[in-house]
């Protein structure tokens, strides 16, 4: 049961890689699966660290950067409190996934 969106947007300015310079990011946070930076200059996205890879289609990179800022002006400004309690609406929906209600916890074996 999902009872909050999967992403939350965030803005950051952080040295991007490929632009060699601060940049404007739209940080897509996912708190299963880490947050990917998107570059709202170049277009490039990064998890954890990991570049994604590049579609090999022409015209990716201006779509890329148009989504990127598109995303950046629904982020708004940061409200921490708003992101904490979207972190705690993820972290409930999943306690539900794995511990049901409805089920009983028994110890092994029995
Ligand atoms: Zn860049």
Not at 28 to 37: H, L, N, Q, S
Not at 48 to 63: A, I, S, T, V, Y
Not at 93 to 102: A, E, H, R, T
Request: net charge positive; glycine share 6%.
């Amino acid at each position: 049961m999902m009872c909050s969106p999967p992403t939350f947007l965030i803005r950051r300015v952080a040295p991007c890689h490929n632009c060699q310079k601060r940049r404007r990011f739209v940080v897509t946070d996912a708190v299963w699966y880490g947050a990917t930076y998107t570059c709202c200059a170049c277009g490039d996205s990064w998890t954890e660290g990991e570049r994604h890879p590049r579609p090999f289609r022409k015209g990716w990179r201006k779509e890329a950067i148009a989504r990127a800022r598109k995303k950046w002006a629904e982020a708004g400004p940061y409200n921490r409190d708003a992101h904490r309690a979207w972190v705690r609406a993820q972290v409930e929906d999943l306690s539900l996934v794995l511990v049901p209600k409805d089920v009983k916890v028994t110890e092994a074996g029995q």
